[in-house]
């Protein structure tokens, strides 16, 4: 892993309003962040998906506290079971996996931790940006092959079809209108950038987002 920043840490900053730290369309992120880790996990080769099922392939630590964390969390859930359903894997995760990311940028210094009482009782955690530098490294890779047409790597073109599919057009492109990029981000999310086995992966945790945002819709309405 180096030092790169996992894609879920990346949709996060994307996110996270930089001045307040509060994070912008939650319902939406989570989801996705879920589905980041997910195919990160893939992408390692420590999960394998096969139509609408994954599987663990290897339990060996990635050395990223984040994956590592969700890969002994999946054993445990797979029990002796081959294989579970991917929605429901991530049905489960969505609402969990937030703070571990959020806990993570604080720990490499990219967000500060802040907690306010509302009414005097209630504790609200901001996380407003300490160090903007990988933030604006991580837009101008997304502005590059978006913007610029440039064909991404495999780990900017599986960001591009996880904010695609978690439909956060507005939070990678905030001065551009979503119409106005979502061609090219089904374009590359479609595209050839990775096996084919990933690309399923991908699109299958696709659908089993909109899944998921759509009964968190119904739920708060």
Do not use: C
Request: proline fraction near 5%; avoid cysteine; glycine fraction near 6%.
């Amino acid at each position: 892993m180096g030092t790169t920043i996992t894609l879920a840490e990346e949709i996060m900053l994307l996110s996270l309003d930089d001045e307040s730290g509060a994070v912008r369309q939650r319902q939406s992120v989570a989801p996705a962040l879920a589905g980041a880790i997910l195919l990160e996990l893939v992408l390692a080769e420590r999960v394998s998906i096969s139509g609408k099922h994954l599987e663990l392939r290897s339990t060996e630590p990635t050395g990223e506290p984040l994956l590592d964390d969700r890969l002994r969390l999946m054993e445990t859930w797979l029990r002796r079971l081959s294989r579970r359903r991917v929605a429901d894997w991530l049905m489960k995760d969505y609402m969990k996996v937030t703070g571990p990311v959020l806990e993570r940028l604080g720990e490499r210094g990219l967000v500060a931790e802040q907690v306010h009482k509302v009414l005097g009782v209630f504790p609200q955690r901001r996380y407003p940006e300490v160090d903007g530098t990988v933030e604006r490294a991580l837009r101008e890779r997304l502005a590059t092959a978006v913007l610029g047409n440039v064909r991404p790597d495999d780990r900017t073109a599986g960001l591009i079809a996880l904010l695609h599919g978690a439909k956060l057009h507005r939070l990678a492109f905030p001065d551009h209108s979503p119409a106005s990029v979502k061609p090219r981000m089904a374009e590359i999310a479609d595209g050839q950038w990775a096996a084919e086995g990933v690309r399923a992966a991908v699109r299958d945790m696709q659908a089993a987002m909109v899944v998921i945002m759509a009964a968190t819709v119904v739920a708060v309405s």
